[in-house]
């Protein structure tokens, strides 16, 4: 295994300096120079947010999904989920470009061509999957949706900058692949001193419980996209959790939650430790157990390890068994 020197011990720690190497806050990881390559023979170029969750759920997953390029249907909660924000991203990226706001017959419009575009898109690859409701009540509730988060949200996350933008970094000189991320929205709103105060959005549709202030502390994906922005010399001050929450047993109707987050240096610089020593794991299964061998499973108590989140399960010696 090909690795890069791990970080130094005196790791700059100001957040201002865009000239800072992401190498040197990988405290001490080794960092392999490429990642393994897919079934197609195509070399692994990006981790991101998502890869690297499935990768801690269960690396078997990650293998089948990034190495074997196994397609898994989603859920119908996945795909309402994509397609409210994209009718969000289309929003803010109208108001962006013009000026002015999209009017919400518009939005809906659009939602509705979107829907069922990519309905067919994902039909023909891997599915989707009408577990907890069906097509007809799955629209209805993504238009609901839509209506509250433009009545309820926007209205409380200033003005944007930027819209679904792709952000990259690379933890080392020489390394053949990055870490990447797409922030849904970007903005800025004037604070009392009349400074600018900038926030990274996500938008989160979810039925279950809403993400809380102890959890957002503790979330990956907001210490890995405030990062990007720290290493792109341009640090967000917050990072904004914009939750629409569905109807269904935690709830009557639709409603939102807006919790705010913020990252310190030395988090940051775990977080880019974490995604250094998964990447330096995901080479050591590969040398060790090839492509065709199963890589570890997942904790058989937790909600991955199921029939109805993993679509391998049946066949999975650590699932169903064999």
């Known amino acids: 295994m090909s690795h890069t020197p791990g ?62 390029r196994q397609r898994s249907p989603q859920t119908v909660a996945m795909f309402l989920g994509s397609r409210v924000d994209d009718a969000l991203s289309d929003y803010h990226r109208h108001l962006l470009d013009s000026g002015e706001q999209l009017p ?51 209205p409380k996350l200033g003005m944007p900058v930027a819209v679904q933008r792709r952000a990259e970094l690379t933890l080392a000189p020489g390394l053949e692949w990055t870490v990447e991320g797409y922030l849904d929205l970007e903005t800025t709103w004037p604070r009392a001193d009349g400074e600018l105060t900038s926030e990274i959005v996500d938008y989160k549709l979810k039925g279950g419980n809403a993400i809380g202030h102890p959890q957002a502390a503790r979330d990956p994906q907001a210490s890995l996209y405030l990062a990007l922005r720290w290493l792109e010399g341009q640090p967000a001050d ?16 639709t409603s939102t939650s807006l919790v705010k987050t913020t990252r310190t240096v030395g988090q940051m610089r775990a977080t880019l430790a974490r995604i250094a020593l998964a990447a330096s794991q995901i080479v050591a299964c590969h040398e060790r157990f090839g492509p065709d061998r199963p890589w570890g499973f997942a904790d058989p108590t937790g909600w991955k390890c199921s029939e109805r989140f993993c679509a391998h399960w049946a066949a999975c010696p650590g699932g169903a068994g064999l």
């Open 104 to 154: 919400l017959d518009e939005v809906l419009n659009r939602y509705h061509t979107e829907w069922s575009e990519q309905l067919e898109v994902e039909q023909q690859r891997a599915d989707v999957i009408f577990d907890e409701f069906d097509q007809p009540t799955a629209v209805e509730i993504g238009a609901a949706a839509i209506k509250t988060a433009l009545r309820d949200l926007i």
């Open 7 to 68: 970080a130094v011990a005196n790791a700059p720690t100001s957040p201002t300096r865009p000239s800072v190497m992401a190498a040197e806050l990988a405290a001490r990881i080794p960092i392999p120079l490429r990642l393994p390559e897919r079934c197609d023979g195509e070399p692994i170029r990006h981790l991101s947010h998502s890869s690297c969750l499935l990768w801690q759920a269960c690396p078997d997953a990650w293998r089948r999904r990034y190495i074997l």
């Open 238 to 253: 917050e990072f904004t959790f914009a939750q629409i929450l569905r109807p269904g047993r935690k709830r009557q109707s």
